[in-house]
């Protein structure tokens, strides 16, 4: 049994990880969830919204699956998800898009992970005044990348690939322009990949990676990126395959990992019993893959896809269906 703490989060939250709790338990899968709040709920409760006892159980587990979060806005709260990504230095982004059975998009056979550098890039929020003058208004940012980072995430994503048996890492840059940044980036990966012979790399300059994706996103396989690169270019994969309400992503680091849904609480829905948990769902099937435990992950796809064939009757009306959270649940529970 492996320990995973279970944050069930805000709004929606509760409604899907019952779910995905739910489908893990039929397909056998062996995990112990430890429940713990962040969010919304946390804050109002507590004060904070990532209590201690829930950063403590995250620091003596190191795996979590985590649902969405509200963030009020407003002073005194600080983002649960960047707090968590700092203090576990979760540098890599992870997020598969692969094309799913009765899902409707204009791309056929979309099957790429992209790797998204997560702790630097232009990201780091240091910007400043040059000048605040009326009319003269002038503001700088500064992007960081560090040899060290990088060298963390290219790795990453050549260990995936031959872990995964995937053939092709593309590294996405610009380093014609942002020669000492990028550039950095593109040198290290053009090195890293010398030690993964059987890997084929290739380099793309942003702007035409943006272009190839949408004509012909089946040539890419495994993708790493900077900060704000991969912060747009996720979002373009997942909406290849029908978007974030049915795409699971993962933040890894060295020794923690957090699994979570990209889409937000949806209040305008709690409580319905229409919120889709296919998100969380596939962000737990990283999370199954992570701790070995693929032949279940494999297994709950597997029923996920059958379920879809049959979208009208089973799934949530988000994706075209006239069912709901429970009977999209029962399904795939049936289908395992
Ligand atoms: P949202 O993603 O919650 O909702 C946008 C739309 O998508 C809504 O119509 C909602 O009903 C729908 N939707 C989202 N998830 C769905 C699901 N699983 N099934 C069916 N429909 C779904 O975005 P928002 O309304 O901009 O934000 C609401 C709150 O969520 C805000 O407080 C925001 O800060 C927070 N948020 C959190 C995260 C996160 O924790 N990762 C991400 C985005 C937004």
């Not at 209590?51 to 995250?58: F, G, L, R, Y």
Request: negative net charge; aromatic residues 6%; charged residues 25%.
């Amino acid at each position: 049994m492996k320990n995973i703490v279970l944050i069930p989060g805000d709004g929606i939250g509760s409604e899907i990880t019952n779910s995905v709790t739910t489908i893990l338990e039929e397909a056998g899968a062996e995990v112990n969830w430890i429940e713990k709040s962040a969010g919304l709920k946390a804050y109002e409760e507590t004060g904070n919204p990532l209590p201690d006892d829930t950063v403590e159980a995250i620091e003596e587990h190191r795996i979590a699956l985590k649902g969405p979060l509200t963030t009020p806005v407003g002073s005194g709260f600080r983002s649960v998800n960047v707090a968590l990504r700092q203090k576990f230095n979760l540098y890599s982004n992870i997020r598969p898009a692969r094309t799913l059975p009765s899902i409707d998009t204009p791309f056929r056979n979309v099957d790429m992970v992209l790797f998204r550098e997560n702790t630097q890039g232009l990201y780091i929020g240091k910007e400043k005044w040059i000048n605040e003058g009326e009319d003269k208004r002038h503001s700088e940012a500064i992007a960081v990348v560090t040899e060290e980072a990088s060298k963390k995430i290219i790795r990453a994503a050549f260990d995936y690939a031959v872990k995964n048996e995937r053939k092709k890492v593309t590294l996405v840059h610009k380093a014609n322009i942002l020669k000492l940044t990028t550039g950095l980036f593109l040198e290290i990966g053009q090195k890293i990949a010398k030690e993964y012979p059987d890997i084929e790399f290739q380099d793309l300059i942003v702007d035409n990676m943006a272009m190839q994706m949408v004509l012909r996103p089946q040539q890419f396989d495994v993708v790493v990126t900077t900060n704000l690169f991969g912060d747009i270019l996720s979002d373009l994969a997942s909406g290849l395959v029908g978007g974030l309400g049915v795409t699971g992503a993962a933040n890894i680091g060295d020794d923690a990992a957090m699994f979570e849904a990209v889409h937000g609480s949806a209040p305008d829905i709690v409580g319905k019993n229409v919120a889709n948990p296919m998100a969380l769902l596939f962000s737990s099937l990283m999370m199954l893959e992570h701790i070995d435990q693929k032949q279940i992950a494999e297994n709950i796809r597997k029923a996920i896809y059958k379920t879809l064939v049959e979208k009208k009757v089973y799934c949530t009306p988000d994706i075209g269906g006239e069912g709901t959270t429970s009977t999209f649940t029962q399904a795939v529970c049936d289908n395992i």
